[in-house]
């Protein structure tokens, strides 16, 4: 019997990690490994951003700061959002974190436990269905499909709540398929949350990497109403190449902000005074590095559909955001891949091969609730890339 809790027994290693670590270890141990697992831009954070984290650390601004951040970042955020996006937030509206993916955790922490179940659309990324797991709440997922683009109908979101519905998780654009839903069907689901009243947390991650005609529409910005059931995260990791610094934050009605703030007080004391400084720079300092980053995604995105099309029976919808390629391998189950021949049977099995053929390493899809999928993160350079998809030619039997 295991000593650990209930709650660390019920979730998983992250499956993403998990992946990237493997790449790691087979390229330590010499093997030319292309290593497609991990979203993490691949660009260094850009020089004025990492200016401001040493004028802060020379400012000797090294010590403990307000639990939920100090408020020239907190009103840096709302600023951004009033903005481009023209919302109205306060900064005791904000509560900074260690990553978005920290924000997330302080969000579920807060608003839920056993009893309520919290609506997540599949294919989701994978901390979702966990960081609900720990919190004793239960994940009820709504399946969608590459045909409808990835994207949850507001038929189906309705037809999911029951009387114990808390919370809708929304991640758009979406890790792993890079859907990104339309504004009119975001403001059809925010009518339905409104109504039946159950907050929705949008992960907007993902906000400023958009391509090829997709529009972004922050899900707080259908409404006063519909403002008052969001709660808003995001941060700078995938924006501005801050994967490292672990900065994130939520976006709440006060009285969960301020709930979000005491359990953060408990937890950690507070995110990083230097990365806080940094953030402030990233967000309120020129914007013009993060166009230059997704220009350079989108190109890469351009590249990578492109191969995709010259595979035989990959089933995929192109991305609208984020830097992930989503595609269906199961065509290839049950026939001889790689130079061995080896034969799978599922989309874990077929990574495994992949790695172990041709030291390409994709994640499963078995690890975001879409069993027969693979993901290709496009952060990393087009060299890369190319070689990448030669080999997976390679394996799937191509020249
Ligand atoms: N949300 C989504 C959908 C993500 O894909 C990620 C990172 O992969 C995060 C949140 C967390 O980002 P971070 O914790 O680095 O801010």
Redesign the pocket.
């Known amino acids: 019997k295991s000593v650990l809790s209930d709650a660390v027994q019920r979730i998983k290693p992250s499956a993403?990690i998990a992946a990237g670590t493997k790449a790691k270890e087979l390229k330590a141990a010499g093997h030319d490994v292309l290593s497609f697992t991990l979203?993490?831009p691949d660009f260094t954070t850009p020089q004025h951003i990492c200016d401001a984290a040493k004028a802060a650390m020379d400012a000797g601004d090294t010590h403990y700061t307000a639990a939920a951040g100090t408020l020239q970042v907190k009103q840096a955020v709302c600023d951004l959002y009033a903005r481009f996006y023209g919302l109205e937030y306060d900064p005791p509206q904000c509560v900074v974190s260690n990553?978005?993916?920290?924000?997330?955790h302080n969000v579920l922490t807060a608003l839920c436990g056993p009893g309520d179940e919290v609506i997540i659309p599949t294919p989701y990324?994978v901390?979702y269905s966990d960081l609900v797991g720990l919190t004793g709440a239960k994940p009820v997922f709504v399946e969608t499909t590459v045909e409808s683009g990835w994207v949850m109908s507001p038929e189906q979101f309705e037809s999911a709540i029951t009387p114990s519905t808390k919370l809708l998780m929304l991640?758009s654009p979406?890790?792993p398929t890079g859907a990104t839903y339309p504004p009119e069907t975001l403001e059809q689901i925010a009518r339905i949350a409104v109504e039946r009243d159950i907050f929705v947390l949008s992960?907007e991650?993902?906000e400023r990497l958009i391509y090829a005609g997709s529009e972004f529409r922050s899900f707080a910005s259908f409404g006063k109403d519909v403002q008052e059931k969001t709660i808003i995260?995001s941060?700078?990791?995938?924006a501005y190449a801050m994967?490292g610094w672990?900065?994130?934050w939520a976006l709440a009605p006060l009285e969960i902000a301020a709930g979000m703030a005491k359990l953060q007080s408990q937890e950690t004391s507070c995110p990083s005074s230097i990365s806080q400084a940094a953030a402030v720079a990233a967000v309120s300092g020129p914007q013009v590095c993060v166009e230059e980053m997704r220009l350079e995604f989108a190109e890469r995105r351009e590249y990578v559909l492109q191969r995709l099309k010259e595979l035989p029976d990959l089933a995929y919808a192109e991305p609208g955001g984020?830097f992930y390629a989503f595609f269906d391998v199961s065509a290839h189950f049950g026939k001889p891949l790689g130079s061995k021949g080896v034969k799978v049977d599922n989309a874990t099995d077929f990574c495994t091969a992949l790695l172990e053929d041709q030291f390409v390493a994709l994640v499963t899809g078995d690890a975001f609730g879409a069993p027969g999928y693979v993901r290709l993160s496009f952060a990393t350079d087009l060299k890369t890339i190319e070689q990448g998809f030669d080999r997976i030619t390679k394996f799937l039997g191509g020249a």
Do not use: F, L, Q
């Not at 990553?99 to 997330?104: D, E, N, P, T, Y």
């Not at 941060?235 to 995938?238: D, I, T």
């Open positions: 993403t979203g993490e990553g978005a993916k920290h924000s997330i990324w901390s991640n979406t890790n992960d991650i993902y995260v941060g700078v990791s995938k994967t672990r900065i994130g984020a």
